[in-house]
């Protein structure tokens, strides 16, 4: 089985440029979460969709960040414009269902390391 | 208040020993599950194992082991006879009910050999 696919792995922007990641996750998944993981923190949850409908997008900075995944499948997740605090890893990972407390794993790709100079 | 805490920041751990990497949480409800992930330096989260609040046995997957202690809410991750392939940042984290996991600050684990 194919894993959790991200691209590009890294990126290198100055302010106020803009940037898309995308992510493929894996087949048959319902679920797909977009986090940001600044250096020496855990992750934090930007947006969770179910198939292709936001669930949860309380802690996504809508006046810069944005995103979709068309025809519940592949998502991508901009920044417009970058600011210097937006350097992090930004990690998708995906899950069959989001549904209960069963032990179900998110699958996370290997991320997109993003330096904003 | 922090809800998932992580006490140690680095740790070390001589090759083939067992390490315990603590987690204890904050929370008041009573169906919850707790993770843990190890994020080499490569950056991808691995799922390495998973309790659930009304799980009666502590969680075991091959090497890793979860001490669960539910009074005193702490959700230990026991890694049994370490490899230099351990080493690694660790990441205890927290669902209640259907809401998103709440993640830990991490453990970075340095296994010497």
């Known amino acids: 089985e194919a894993g959790v696919a991200q691209s590009p792995r890294y990126k290198i922007i100055e302010k106020r440029q803009s940037v898309a990641f995308w992510c493929n996750p894996i087949s048959g998944h319902a679920t797909l979460y977009w986090y940001q993981q600044i250096l020496g923190q855990g992750p934090k949850l930007l947006i969770q969709?179910?198939?292709?409908?936001?669930?949860?997008d309380s802690q996504l900075p809508k006046d810069r960040f944005s995103a979709e995944r068309l025809k519940g499948v592949d998502s991508t997740l901009k920044i417009q414009p970058a600011k210097l605090e937006d350097s992090a890893v930004y990690l998708c990972a995906s899950a069959r269902t989001s549904g209960g407390l069963s032990s179900y794993e998110q699958y996370f790709g290997p991320g997109t390391r993003l330096t904003v100079t | 208040a922090q809800k998932i805490t992580q006490t140690q920041p680095g740790m070390f751990v001589q090759e083939k020993e067992a390490v315990t990497l603590d987690c204890t949480y904050d929370?008041?409800?009573?169906?919850?599950?707790l993770f843990w992930y190890k994020q080499p330096s490569s950056g991808e989260m691995i799922f390495l194992i998973y309790q659930g609040s009304y799980d009666e046995q502590n969680a075991t997957e091959g090497r890793y082991s979860l001490n669960f202690q539910k009074a005193r809410k702490s959700a230990n991750l026991v890694i049994s006879a370490s490899q230099l392939g351990d080493s690694a940042m660790y990441f205890c984290?927290?669902?209640?009910?259907?809401?998103?996991?709440?993640w830990g600050l991490g453990t970075s684990l340095a296994v010497n050999p």
């Open positions: 929370t008041s409800d009573q169906s919850y599950g």
């Open positions: 984290a927290m669902r209640e009910g259907n809401r998103k996991l709440i």
């Open positions: 969709f179910q198939n292709n409908g936001v669930v949860d």
